[in-house]
């Protein structure tokens, strides 16, 4: 759905006004039922699903660690402290508000995003073209927004919504390679071959070794078979690295210009919605999360 639609629009609103009014547990096991028509078990979670919602509720929004990592500026620093900071998107700029760019400085194509969600992303190809004051307008507004408050994912609520961020352009012929890692481990990994434009992407499930998994999601076209670039093992070892310190996380890699660079870390696929077909995946992977010991808060 179209960012500037009105029914995704109103949707947001909704969301919301639901976060402001609803508990939080109520609110997740609402929506859980509404988009995968279960009931969410956060007593004795045991699907992938589950232990998702359940972290996003009880672990995500106290874990320092988790906010860094979903923070897509201060994430940087961590990826820096891994040793792979030459695989960081180049740069260009950091305002603290959208009025504050020095557009002049720019190059003639660049990437704009905020820190503190997603799909905060303004692709310009061409400065010349780029409407100025609707971009400001736009950034602006994203900044103003609790992006946790739309699908409970209270972790980016804690991101501190300052930044805006300006990336070297890389092109739009882009390859994204997403390693699924539990407990420090990755185990399978997703390929789409559309980033930017990630709705209409198509993804295929893979093991490690290349080979098909028997899942696909049923709101993207299936890829079939996929050659991986000769420095596959290279993303692969880094996602080993960058995985190490929590429970589930899913590493963000992509490739353009036959270079591989950082994505960025995802806790929460789907919001912990995530449809599987066949749903036997969902149990699968539910058990191999081991789930933190914390005290719960409400």
């Known amino acids: 759905m179209e960012r500037d639609s009105f029914l995704y629009k109103a949707r947001r609103k909704c969301q919301v006004l639901a976060h402001k009014i609803i508990p939080d547990e109520a609110l997740s096991k609402f929506y859980y039922k509404m988009v995968l028509h279960k009931k969410l078990n956060l007593d004795d979670p045991q699907t992938f699903n589950e232990k998702i919602q359940w972290m ?4 995500y929004p106290h874990e320092p660690l988790i906010v860094k990592g979903a923070d897509k500026y201060a994430v940087r620093d961590y990826i820096r402290d891994k040793g792979y900071g030459d695989k960081l998107v180049p740069l260009l700029g950091v305002w603290e508000k959208a009025e504050d760019i020095e557009w002049d400085k720019l190059p ?10 997603c799909a905060y992303n303004i692709v310009v190809p061409d400065k010349e073209k780029l409407d100025k ?28 919504r300052r930044l805006i961020t300006c990336e070297e352009f890389l092109g739009e012929c882009i390859t994204d390679y997403k390693f699924f890692c539990f407990n420090g481990e990755p185990k399978c990994i997703y390929v789409s071959t559309d980033l930017i434009h990630d ?15 028997p899942l696909h999601r049923d709101d993207y076209t299936d890829i079939r078979e996929v050659t991986f670039p000769p420095f596959y093992d290279e993303m692969r070892k880094a996602a080993e690295v960058l995985c190490k310190d929590f429970p589930f996380v899913r ?36 058990k191999m999360i081991n789930l933190p010991e914390v005290e719960k808060t409400k």
């Open 108 to 117: 003639d194509r660049f990437v704009l995003k905020c820190n503190h969600g």
């Open 133 to 160: 004051d609707d971009a400001v307008k736009k950034l602006n507004a994203w900044l103003k927004e609790d992006f946790g408050a739309f699908n409970v994912e209270l972790h980016y609520s804690e991101i501190k």
């Open 199 to 213: 709705r209409q992407a198509q993804i295929g499930f893979f093991y490690l070794d290349g080979k098909k998994m």
């Open 251 to 286: 590493v963000d890699f992509f490739v353009a210009n036959d270079r591989w660079y950082f994505a960025e870390l995802t806790f929460t696929p789907g919001a912990g919605m995530m449809p599987f077909n066949p749903e036997r995946f969902d149990s699968e992977w539910g």
């Open 56 to 59: 996003k509720l009880y672990y």
